[in-house]
Nanobody
Framework: VQLQASGGGLVHSGGSLRLSCAASGLRFSRYSMGWFRQTPTKEREFVAAISYTITTTGYADSVKGRFTISRDNAENMVYLQMNNLKPEDTALYYC?????????????????WGKGTLVTVSS
C-alpha cells in the first residue's frame, strides 16, 4: 500500500492550498481516508476525514469552515482544500487510510499512512 501526499508549500496567512493524496495497492473505495498533521512541538493530530461512501465527513474544530476534504474513488485520490490559512496551520500533513466507516478520527483506526507534505503559513 502506498499513500503519496503532495501539494504542500509556502503560503501567506489568508491564502489557500490544495493537498492531494494518491493511493495505490488497496481497494480504495472500501477505505475511509483521513488527513492528520504534526509539528515539531505538538503530537500528530486529526484534521479531517471522509467515509468510503463519500457521504460523511468530519473535521477538527480548528479547521471547520476553512478546510474541505473530498475524494475521487475512480481515481483513488483524496484531497484537502485549505482556505484562509493561518500560521498555526503550519505542519507536516499526512494522509491515512482506515478500513472502517465513520469516518474515524482516532489515529489507531488508521492502518496505512503516507509520508507527509509540508505546509508553511507565514504571517
Amino acid at each position: 500500500v502506498q499513500l503519496q501526499a503532495s501539494g504542500g508549500g509556502l503560503v501567506h496567512s489568508g491564502g489557500s492550498l490544495r493537498l492531494s493524496c494518491a493511493a495505490s495497492g488497496l481497494r480504495f473505495s472500501r477505505y475511509s481516508m483521513g488527513w492528520f498533521r504534526q509539528t515539531p512541538t505538538k503530537e500528530r493530530e486529526f484534521v479531517a476525514a471522509i467515509s468510503y461512501t463519500i457521504t460523511t465527513t468530519g473535521y477538527a474544530d480548528s479547521v471547520k469552515g476553512r478546510f474541505t476534504i473530498s475524494r475521487d474513488n475512480a481515481e483513488n485520490m483524496v484531497y484537502l482544500q485549505m482556505n484562509n490559512l493561518k500560521p498555526e496551520d503550519t505542519a507536516l500533513y499526512y494522509c491515512a487510510a482506515a478500513l472502517a466507516g465513520g469516518p474515524p478520527k482516532p489515529q489507531h483506526e488508521y492502518a496505512y499512512w503516507g509520508k507527509g507534505t509540508l505546509v508553511t503559513v507565514s504571517s
